[in-house]
């Protein structure tokens, strides 16, 4: 069947934070059956990558299928003022469209889009949202179980401790319940909307937006212990030096310099433990639905904001290093009614561009960078991307960067430091920095001009007014042959 012939299906999503796209590979390291499930029963995308590593940009994206220099959202909301990052008034966001459709909505968990948290007015009739943390309401629940507001957290743990700066908690065990995590409690919240939105007449949509597997990597010590940080293999890339990348990467890399492998390991045990933490709580909302009888005809979509580096490059976190593990996300997408189950499907995709896929639900698309996939997806085909793009405009400090995957081929254009280029096929883990050969000389200049396209195609004024002699760090310009002006942004 495709979706002219069923009706409109209901929609849950769920955004998982800083969740790298390996968790969830066929045969990769997470225990993630809930996750198994729903690709059984549609589709798993290997190459989706995120339009930004940071949170706000790569959820206001989500939101609109806008890169981030088109909706103002570029950097976190609460880490800067609001004249370097505010939503752009008026932009447009799937939810709405639903909600002007007839769609019932409803958002909980992590909300981190844009600084007002009036989530009513884009189209979510009932939320319970919160922007870097938790609220007052989740304290509670915690004093209702007999628990302090934080975890008591036991060993193994580990401490990052620098001068001057304060301790920074990396990962840790607690001996509390799963009912006290913020994941569960959040998921909890979302069951009560679908009880009610499952009973009612009109279609519903639901996103829920864990903080999970985010640092710091504390998980209960039942998930922990599905996990031997003995067992844990290391990143490939794990000893490069970074002797050929920007500085920057090395001067971030030292930020981890007093961790033993051990430590790294342990940080592994801890954030896959999370990962399946998370995968127990879409197992939660899937049964419920099921329950109802509405899970064949609910379009399930699971993602992430961005990645975590989890030890490539001797790295953690994300950031300004450029790397695979932070801008390839996880995309599993469900819609039996309409979209065949089993599908692993290595078309280029973004993470935005669910949001045009969502918004056709309602028959009025976004318009804006993103594609709509259920084409791909109920097979019917339509040209797939040839070109992903993303953007980095720095988080609290500003590195102006851009992002180009074509033909198996990564640029990266660093306004701050000498650019990128890998060959993805030839060198998964990204150590060998091809920028400065000759014999790809001819690639920079080619995927140069591509990302000029783009900048003009979407209005990118950061790069394509920077003409002065100041600015000329590219390979080439944006008016050499056959350039300048030529659209194709996707």
């Not at 447009?92 to 958002?107: F, I, N």
Request: charged share 20%; glycine share 8%.
């Amino acid at each position: 069947m495709t979706p002219a012939t069923v009706r409109r299906p209901n929609v849950l999503v769920v955004m998982t934070d800083q969740q790298q796209a390996a968790t969830v590979d066929p045969n990769g390291p997470c225990n993630t059956p809930q996750l198994d499930r729903l690709a059984a029963r549609g589709a798993r995308f290997t190459r989706c990558y995120t339009p930004s590593p940071v949170c706000s940009p790569a959820r206001a994206s989500f939101m609109t299928g806008l890169l981030p220099h088109q909706h103002g959202m570029v950097d976190v909301e609460h880490a800067v003022p609001a004249y370097r990052a505010s939503l752009v008034d008026g932009v447009p966001m799937w939810s709405q469209r639903l909600m002007a459709a007839g769609y019932r909505l409803g958002y909980y968990g992590k909300w981190h889009v844009e600084r007002s948290q009036d989530l009513g007015q884009f189209g979510f009739a009932r939320s319970a949202a919160y922007q870097a943390g938790p609220g007052p309401d989740y304290f509670a629940h915690r004093e209702r179980l007999g628990l302090a507001d934080r975890p008591v957290v036991a060993d193994p743990s580990r401490i990052v401790s620098q001068p001057g700066y304060r301790d920074l908690l990396l990962y840790g065990i607690t001996e509390e319940p799963v009912e006290s995590t913020l994941e569960h409690y959040t998921v909890s919240n979302a069951l009560e909307f679908l009880d009610e939105a499952c009973a009612g007449p009109e279609p519903w949509a639901l996103m829920v937006s864990t903080k999970a597997p985010h640092e710091p990597y504390v998980v209960p010590r039942p998930y922990f212990d599905r996990y031997d940080p003995d067992r844990v293999e290391l990143p490939a890339s794990f000893d490069d030096d970074l002797t050929d990348r920007p500085a920057i990467y090395r001067r971030q890399q030292s930020v981890w310099s007093d961790l033993s492998t051990g430590d790294f390991r342990t940080a592994t045990a801890c954030y896959y433990a999370a990962c399946s933490l998370v995968d127990d709580q879409v197992g939660r909302l899937l049964d419920r639905i099921e329950a109802a009888g509405q899970l064949d005809n609910t379009l399930v979509v699971y993602t992430s904001d961005h990645g975590d580096l989890m030890g490539a490059h001797r790295l953690l976190l994300k950031g300004v290093p450029a790397f695979e593990e932070v801008y390839r996300v996880p995309l599993v997408v469900s819609w039996p009614a309409a979209v065949e189950g089993g599908q692993v499907i290595d078309d280029l995709v973004q993470s935005h561009d669910v949001a045009e896929t969502l918004a056709q639900l309602s028959g009025t698309g976004l318009g804006g960078h993103a594609v709509d996939l259920l084409p791909r997806l109920t097979g019917a085909g339509g040209p797939p991307r040839t070109t992903a793009v993303a953007e980095l405009h720095g988080q609290r400090f500003s590195y102006t960067q851009r992002v180009l995957w074509e033909n198996g081929i990564k640029y990266v254009f660093n306004a701050f430091d000498f650019d990128e280029l890998y060959d993805l096929t030839a060198d998964p883990t990204e150590q060998v920095n091809l920028a400065g050969d000759p014999a790809y000389a001819d690639i920079v200049r080619r995927l140069t001009g591509r990302l000029w396209e783009i900048a003009y195609d979407t209005d990118d004024f950061t790069l394509t007014g920077a003409q002065d002699g100041t600015y000329r760090y590219l390979a080439v310009g944006p008016q050499g042959p056959g350039q300048a002006k030529l659209g194709g942004g996707r």
